[in-house]
């Protein structure tokens, strides 16, 4: 079984692949507006302390785990650990379901103003425009569309699937957003763009939601905590250097991040919309920037579509990732065909996605639930098994790499100082999410 595993054509394959999981709709909107929310500087500060004291150490413990079970996450887990282990990898393939589901109805969002833009320019009451694409029966559509999308991509397979579609699509989103943000960069005005994005709220530092929101977001865009690099590893041959692709991988996503504040707040400056921000945690990407485009001219027009696509492209390539957890899951415990898998779970997701699709609030809980809960519990679990279960790990993580000299940090971190901040970043989690439960029952 394990020897007729699919493995990557080669190395470029697996780094696009993994960098096009981590790269998505959490970079693009998620970021700019976590930062704009929470202290600017402070907070990219504080997310890059993140990825590189929690993120980067249990980045290499999925790597670790996968690539030396080879197998999907409950698989991977039983195999170093024994059954005891089998309910946490089912958190992570449950994980994996609730966030595709409604990841995907985001990224339908993002299909149809790329499809809308292309036939009828952005428009400008775009805050209308957003109420009505967002949520019921169109949302609907666009969310099985870009579902039935993903699945097919999913069941051709790692080589002729998930890595072609990472090969052509990975160059083309990082050709859109290096472009774009040049091109913000030349708009009159942006330069205010740059001072609000670069504020530096220092107080912000010592906050704990701001702590809570940085490791939070370090994690749901580096796509950890439910095992989707952990499966994309378990495709790997062992001369892989672990590590290195680590601080690829880590590197790449907060570039990307980076450049898409770089092209967000310039072009709400330039055109005066920033009134708007703040207005609608959602707002920036999907009602403020369509409103810029709009008040652009013809040019606009194309800079959105520009845009969009560069979101489309993104969230492809993440819920790919995601999906594939899913169903070499299926494929392992059960057997079936790949092809079978992908479309019964994905029909699954897809259902589970509706009423994600039908109402915001819905949406906004399960973002809170599988983006913050389950991931963060995932990579606390994650790091105790790794650091202290898992036998041979500083082994594994070392093999093939020229940086194993360099690894006796790596698990002490794992064990002592990930688990730490983890579970005090859970609790604050916890504290939100049963206040956001009590809103959605009262109101
Ligand atoms: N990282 C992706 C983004 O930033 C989303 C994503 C893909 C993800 N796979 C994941 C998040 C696995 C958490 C876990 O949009």
């Not at 170093?80 to 449950?94: D, R, T």
């Not at 639930?369 to 036998?391: A, D, E, K, Q």
Request: with cysteine.
């Amino acid at each position: 079984m394990e020897q007729t595993r699919e493995h990557w054509s080669g190395r470029l394959g697996f780094t696009l692949a993994a960098v096009g999981s981590a790269v998505g709709l959490g970079n693009m909107w998620r970021f700019s507006y976590m930062a704009a929310e929470n202290g600017g500087a402070a907070f990219v500060m504080l997310y890059v302390v993140m990825t590189l004291l929690v993120g980067l150490p249990v980045m290499l413990a999925e790597l670790t785990l996968g690539r030396g079970s080879g197998k999907s996450p409950i698989q991977a887990l039983v195999h170093y650990g024994g059954n005891a282990w089998k309910p946490l990898g089912a958190l992570f393939v449950m994980a994996g379901v609730v966030i595709l589901a409604y990841y995907s109805v985001i990224a339908g969002w993002t299909v149809r103003y790329t499809v809308d833009a292309a036939l009828t320019g952005f428009p400008t009451e775009a805050g209308d425009r957003f109420g009505a694409i967002a949520s019921g029966i169109p949302a609907l559509c666009w969310h099985l569309v870009f579902m039935a999308v993903t699945i097919v991509v999913v069941s051709g397979g790692i080589r002729a699937g998930i890595e072609r579609a990472a090969l052509i699509l990975m160059p083309v989103l990082g050709f859109l957003v290096i472009a774009l943000a040049i091109y913000a960069a030349t708009l009159e005005g942006s330069g205010a763009g740059y001072a609000y994005y670069f504020q530096t709220d220092f107080a912000a530092i010592w906050q704990t939601d701001v702590l809570r929101d940085a490791a939070g977001q370090a994690f749901f865009s580096l796509s950890l905590g439910m095992g989707a690099i952990l499966t994309y590893a378990s495709y790997l041959d062992r001369n892989t250097d672990l590590p290195a692709e680590s601080v690829t991988i880590a590197i790449s996503d907060f570039g990307v991040a980076f450049l898409a504040g770089m092209v967000v707040f310039p072009l709400i400056f330039a055109l005066g919309l920033q009134e708007d921000v703040g207005a609608s945690t959602l707002g920036a990407l999907f009602i403020t920037l369509p409103k810029a485009f709009a008040s652009m001219g013809p040019a606009g027009n194309w800079i959105g579509i520009a845009f969009f696509v560069a979101l489309v492209v993104g969230g492809l390539t993440s819920a790919i990732s995601l999906l594939e957890v899913v169903v070499s899951s299926a494929i392992d415990a059960t057997g079936t065909s790949r092809g079978k898998a992908a479309w019964i779970c994905g029909g699954l997701i897809a259902l589970l996605g509706v009423p994600s699709a039908l109402s915001l609030d819905v949406l906004g809980l399960m973002d809170q639930i599988g983006g913050n809960l389950f991931l963060i519990f995932g990579g606390l679990l994650l790091s105790v098994f790794v650091g202290w279960v898992m036998p041979d790990a500083m082994d594994e993580a070392s093999e093939g790499s020229r940086f194993g000299g360099l690894l006796f940090g790596w698990k002490t971190l794992l064990r002592f100082v990930v688990p730490v901040i983890l579970a005090a970043v859970l609790w604050f989690s916890l504290l939100d999410t049963a206040e956001m439960v009590q809103g959605l029952i009262a109101g």
